[in-house]
């Protein structure tokens, strides 16, 4: 089953806007992971926020993370039309021997 | 450091047919995973190995099994394919995971498996 749902399920943007997208997860984490995945092909990791992080940046990547609500949200800033691509949210199970990710969330970036 | 490799990268199938997939991880990494990726259940995890052990398994009937060998590479197979089967799945692998479950997984691209 899936521990976490990225909100919303598809958005569309043009080049130069920001986007934001939301993963909300149903146990306790030690920490919260971000991938991209471009179309049918293998996943990529974007960024890890410890469970006692709030916020962390990499490069035009912002991720928050609010435990109190189970939520984390991902923000791309100034996007390109490369940025196209499904983003995942991920959370370990508690041996932490796998990740288990949400639905993802599908961004079209135009130029 | 070389990536993650999967052959083959696509496979026709036929149903009732079986099929071997396999994974080779970046050198140094000794956990291997295996997760599948349809367009209704999206991404779910299939199993884990750790030096040739496997360490959890997810919700898969026992038609789908892997094995790990000594130099890490990995295999998956699912016997008695059903259409429902026609999947992209994904390997990936990792280091030891942090004290506080830091457990990122590189990713190979894929075998893209069709049953008809």
């Known amino acids: 089953s899936q521990q976490g749902e990225e909100d919303p399920q598809a958005l569309s943007i043009q080049e130069g806007e920001n986007a934001t997208m939301n993963c909300s997860y149903k146990t306790s984490i030690n920490n919260l992971q971000w991938y991209r995945q471009n179309s049918g092909r293998g996943l990529v990791h974007l960024i890890l926020i410890r469970s006692n992080e709030r916020e962390k940046h990499s490069g035009r990547l912002r991720v928050t993370l609010d435990t109190s609500k189970k939520s984390s949200s991902l923000l791309i800033t100034a996007s390109r039309a490369a940025d196209t691509a499904s983003y995942f949210c991920a959370t370990a199970n508690q041996a932490g021997t796998a990740l288990i990710f949400g639905k993802g969330t599908t961004l079209s970036v135009s130029s | 450091k070389a990536g993650v490799t999967q052959t083959p990268r696509y496979l026709i199938k036929t149903r009732g047919q079986q099929v071997t997939l396999s994974c080779s991880p970046i050198s140094g990494h000794r956990s291997v995973s295996w997760y599948q990726q349809t367009p209704g259940q999206g991404l779910q995890f299939l199993f884990e190995y750790f030096s040739e052990t496997q360490r959890n398994k997810g919700n898969f009937p026992g038609r789908f099994s892997g094995r790990q060998f000594s130099n890490s590479r990995s295999e998956m197979n699912v016997s008695t394919l059903e259409l429902g089967d026609s999947a992209l799945y994904l390997c990936?692998?990792?280091?030891?995971?942090?004290?506080?479950?830091?457990?990122?997984?590189?990713f190979g691209p894929g075998t893209r498996l069709t049953v008809t």
């Open positions: 990936a692998s990792s280091s030891p995971p942090g004290q506080d479950f830091s457990y990122e997984q590189y």
